[in-house]
């Protein structure tokens, strides 16, 4: 038990956040670095180079320059176990960084320097705030000139409605960029980036050490001597307990690029954070240090290697420890199983695990009988977890393929790719795959459809736009949905389950149809 309660204890699970391009993925690579994980980081948009982040292993992110599907990557820091969820940063893939944020325990939000709080984080600090997540800030990219650091700091907290504390202040900006001020130790890591590796040449100056204001230049010297006095004057306190508890977010200035502040940001975080949390099931809650082991599936990713073909499922472990050829309790299935070929993962590079614990994702092999949301458990009490909400699709088209011959092929590949939650597919009613309706929140994510079906299934499909803008699943199962009274833009469908929905092309036709039909009941997501 105490090996157990050392483990869990040592862990730290997060997900990093951002608009698209505020740099998260390169930081993601410089947690990387600085835990041995990886040699050298590998640019976003190194187009011109054979580097691509280690975290975009999808082709089409590395010729986009772009995330569009969440990564899972784990190493090991200063005596701590970190698992990172890496999310896409572009709100069309928006519903897979939701899912993945019922993985966390806490959250890394990046920020532009020079852009401040961008519509996208808005969205995922939202989630966040939803699941009480403790939220760690680092504004990026001070390397280039940016923002005023007080003016970044008010609109944190006037947009986003969470209060701040710097832990670090920035010295300069763009080419007078100089460092960092620690507040706490009272010293300034000043950086030149030496353009080698990960390790940028650091030195450490107190702040009262008379050669720091040769260092820094009378201007900038003076400056930092009146921002010290005025954050310890009129800046707020540091709290802990408030931090934990998503209220308080500390601030981190730097430059993932150059390694301004990467660093001293991991060893605070991982300090700040705790270990993995009580997760909410039907039963109240369960505790991670609970020896029976328990988890819950949150991607499922078909072909991360296309030479096997295969598809597997990411599991967030919630309590106890899990053992290779452990048989486990399928709840939704409501059959035993075992896990077959566990491992952890290094983007798309894979080790099997032995062991793993409470607060580690994992995946294992699915032969197709997991779904987004499954729990599965062991030890004699059987627990469930919450669902992960389904939210509505907002774009639709009508996809089939262009050779007939390949109907196996395009049937395969589009139940595949709808299992792991990245489109959502809906058929006629009784009617059969030759063609389907494929709903998405984005519609980028209709073009990594595209890309997929003909590089991974070999299918060349056809694409028809449908005017629908609004979908509803239908609560009344007694209700028969072919003699709903409907407007004659209205269509009936169902979802890969058989559960009836109707798409409307306007909010006017979801009140005539509520009107027109006594007692129908209609609600914007399932829960899978």
Not at 428 to 452: A, D, K, N
Not at 466 to 487: C, F, G, H, M
């Amino acid at each position: 038990m105490a090996n157990l309660k050392n483990e869990i204890e040592r862990r730290r699970t997060f997900a990093i956040i951002s608009h698209p391009d505020a740099g998260k993925t390169t930081l993601t690579e410089k947690f990387l670095l600085y835990g041995g994980a990886i040699a050298s980081a590998g640019m976003v948009k190194g187009k011109k180079s054979m580097k691509h982040a280690v975290s975009d292993w999808m082709e089409i992110e590395k010729q986009r320059g772009i995330s569009v599907t969440s990564s899972v990557l784990q190493f090991e820091y200063d005596g701590y176990c970190v698992n990172i969820l890496d999310t896409p940063g572009h709100q069309d893939f928006s519903e897979d960084t939701y899912r993945t944020l019922m993985a966390a325990d806490s959250a890394v939000m990046v920020i532009d320097a020079s852009k401040g709080v961008e519509k996208q984080t808005i969205k995922l600090f939202k989630v966040c705030m939803m699941r009480d997540i403790p939220v760690f800030t680092f504004i990026n990219k001070m390397d280039r000139e940016a923002r005023d650091p007080y003016e970044l700091m008010a609109e944190i907290e006037n947009v986003l409605g969470i209060e701040t504390y710097p832990v670090n202040w920035p010295i300069g900006s763009g080419k007078r960029f100089k460092g960092v001020y620690e507040r706490d130790r009272n010293r300034v890591l000043s950086f030149v980036y030496n353009g080698i590796g990960h390790a940028a040449d650091e030195q450490v100056t107190d702040i009262d050490d008379p050669a720091l204001e040769e260092l820094l230049g009378d201007e900038l010297y003076q400056t930092l001597m009146d921002d010290r006095e005025l954050l310890d004057g009129a800046g707020g306190e540091f709290d802990l307990e408030r931090v934990r508890s998503g209220k308080l977010s500390p601030v981190f200035f730097g430059s993932a690029l150059t390694n301004f502040g990467v660093q001293p940001f991991l060893e605070n975080f991982l300090k700040m954070t705790t270990p993995p949390l009580p997760r909410r099931c039907t039963q109240g809650e369960v505790d991670p240090f609970d020896e029976d082991f328990s988890a819950f599936v949150f991607k499922i990713q078909a072909n991360m290697n296309k030479a096997h073909r295969d598809r597997i499922a990411f599991m967030r472990i919630c309590s106890g420890r899990f053992e290779k050829s452990q048989e486990v309790f399928h709840v939704q299935g409501g059959r035993k199983a075992k896990l077959s070929q566990p491992q952890q993962m290094m983007a798309q590079d894979r080790e099997i695990v032995e062991e793993a614990y409470a607060g580690d994702i994992i995946g294992v092999f699915d032969p197709g009988v997991f779904s987004i949301g499954d729990t599965v458990c062991a030890g004699a009490k059987k627990v469930q977890f919450e669902g992960i909400p389904t939210f509505a699709p907002e774009h639709f088209r009508l996809v089939r393929q262009k050779d007939t011959m390949k109907r196996k092929q395009f049937i395969k590949g589009t139940s595949q790719i709808a299992q792991e939650g990245a489109i959502q597919i809906f058929q006629e009613l009784g009617g059969g795959m030759e063609e389907v309706i494929v709903g998405v929140v984005g519609t980028l994510q209709f073009e990594v459809l595209e890309y997929r079906l003909k590089n991974e299934y070999g299918v060349d499909v056809i694409m028809e736009s449908l005017p629908y803008s609004y979908i509803r699943w239908i609560v009344n199962e007694e209700i028969d949905v072919k003699a709903l009274d409907l407007t004659s833009d209205t269509r009936r469908v169902q979802d890969l389950h058989g559960n009836p929905l109707l798409l409307f092309t306007s909010e006017w036709n979801i009140s005539w149809a509520l009107e027109h039909n006594k007692g129908l009941e209609l609600q914007e997501f399932s829960r899978t």
